[in-house]
């Protein structure tokens, strides 16, 4: 079974730094290109990263670039997003997301068009 479990969320002081990862499991990871969003209380969910299947190619919402770095690590079926100088409204249930695709180099920016995604994990930033 497919399977995305995200980790590393916590509660943390404003200016701090967190590291989210996302295991896959039960699948082929590399034919996937992945995504970070974001939903806060009262917010729409939002793209926060993006990378290509190859890790090529990298999109961030002008809300954290910057501060945040997505990388990925086929060997190893995960994907992480580092988060530097973090600020309240940071604040969110962060979600790992999957994308089936051919193209090696595509970025995809619409939750929409992702095919699998993981529980979520809560970033709490305090002031």
């Known amino acids: 079974q497919v399977q995305l479990v995200e980790s590393g969320g916590g509660l943390v002081q404003a200016g701090d730094s967190l590291r989210l990862s996302c295991a896959a499991s039960g699948w082929s990871f590399s034919s996937y290109g992945m995504g970070w969003f974001r939903q806060a209380p009262g917010k729409e969910r939002d793209i926060v990263a993006a990378?290509?299947?190859?890790?090529?190619?990298?999109y961030y919402a002008d809300s954290v670039k910057g501060r945040f770095t997505i990388s990925r690590d086929n060997a190893k079926k995960s994907v992480y997003l580092q988060m530097n100088s973090l600020k309240p409204e940071d604040t969110a249930v962060y979600y790992c997301a999957a994308r089936q695709t051919s193209m090696s180099a595509l970025v995809t920016t619409t939750s929409n068009r992702y095919d699998y995604w993981g529980q979520g994990t809560q970033v709490t930033v305090s002031s």
């Open positions: 990378i290509s299947r190859s890790g090529s190619s990298t």
